[in-house]
């Protein structure tokens, strides 16, 4: 079987073991391989732009008990900087209601994905146990957000990677032992909203009150989240999120190999 290069405008392939947990170097190992091993275990990559990576950040919220999310235009910056450079059409929407996530995301399910390798997601916002919240503080259900994209609804995507980054809380526990701690002189903070953890602590969470086969509906998703279910997760107030920085670093590193 012929080897492919990404530089050379060949046909990239990308795995499709892993897919349950998001973990970043694996997930870009997918994206950008060289080596072609077994036909059926790689998505073919070949056209650009790559597709579509919408970007939803919401920052400003007027639900009760959900504070501004500082820091999370530096997020936006960094997916929008990292997605571009992979080949991405990049869309951001801002400041979002729950009905204005699901219009969005019903409109993006209705578009035409032939000429197109990869969708990517990114949410940006609060969230609760499988829910992020749209700027009304209303919740929006993570398969909601999936539903418009599955391979009956949206055909010309059966097949291809469906890859979601959610930074948002998934509920108010706390995730002893994995709370980072800032270098001494650091600018800004974190800082969190529900006010559970001491004083001290200065971290903001993100939380509120294939050819003649048939492809399973559910297919080809991968969602790669923030923190586990039922915890907390945590921003920067100055330099973003320690998921979406960390993925966004990740990403560059991995595309180079």
Same mark, same amino acid.
């Given at each position: ?25 694996? /997930?870009?190992?997918? $994206?950008?391989?060289?080596? /072609?091993?077994?036909?059926? #275990?790689?998505?073919? $990559? @070949? ?6 990576? $919408? ?9 009760? =008990?959900?504070?501004? @999310? ?8 960094? !997916? &929008?900087?990292?997605?571009?450079? *992979? =080949? ?19 409109? *993006? ?14 949410? *940006?916002?609060?969230?609760?146990? %499988? ?6 503080? !209303?919740?929006?259900? $993570?398969?909601?957000?999936? &539903?418009?994209?599955?391979? #009956? &609804?949206?055909?010309? !995507?059966? =097949? ?13 526990? /706390? ?21 559970? !953890?001491?004083?001290? @602590?200065?971290? %903001? #969470? ?15 998703? *991968? ?35």
């Amino acid at each position: 079987m012929p080897r492919a290069h990404f530089l050379d405008n060949q046909v990239t392939t990308a795995t499709r073991h892993g897919h349950s947990h998001g973990f970043i170097i694996d /997930l870009f190992i997918w $994206l950008h391989r060289f080596d /072609l091993f077994v036909e059926k #275990e790689y998505y073919t $990559l @070949r056209f650009n732009p790559r597709g579509t990576c $919408l970007v939803i950040n919401n920052e400003h919220f007027s639900g009760a =008990g959900l504070k501004d @999310r500082s820091g999370t235009q530096q997020d936006e910056k960094s !997916l &929008r900087c990292v997605f571009g450079k *992979l =080949g991405f059409q990049v869309e951001v929407r801002s400041d979002l209601t729950a009905s204005g996530i699901h219009s969005i995301l019903e409109d *993006l399910g209705k578009r035409s994905f032939v000429a197109a390798d990869v969708l990517v997601v990114c949410v *940006l916002s609060h969230g609760d146990k %499988e829910c992020v919240f749209g700027t009304d503080g !209303l919740k929006v259900a $993570l398969g909601d957000m999936r &539903r418009p994209f599955t391979s #009956e &609804r949206a055909p010309t !995507l059966a =097949g291809k990677p469906k890859l979601f980054f959610i930074q948002a809380c998934q509920g108010s526990n /706390l995730q002893r032992g994995a709370l980072p701690q800032l270098k001494g002189g650091s600018k800004g903070g974190l800082e969190e909203d529900a006010g559970s !953890l001491p004083a001290e @602590r200065v971290a %903001e #969470e993100d939380a509120g009150s294939l050819p003649a086969e048939r492809v399973a509906e559910d297919a080809d998703f *991968l969602m790669g989240m923030a923190t586990v279910q039922d915890c907390k997760s945590f921003r920067n107030m100055s330099t973003g999120s320690i998921f979406i920085q960390d993925l966004c670093r990740q990403l560059l590193v991995s595309a180079k190999r």
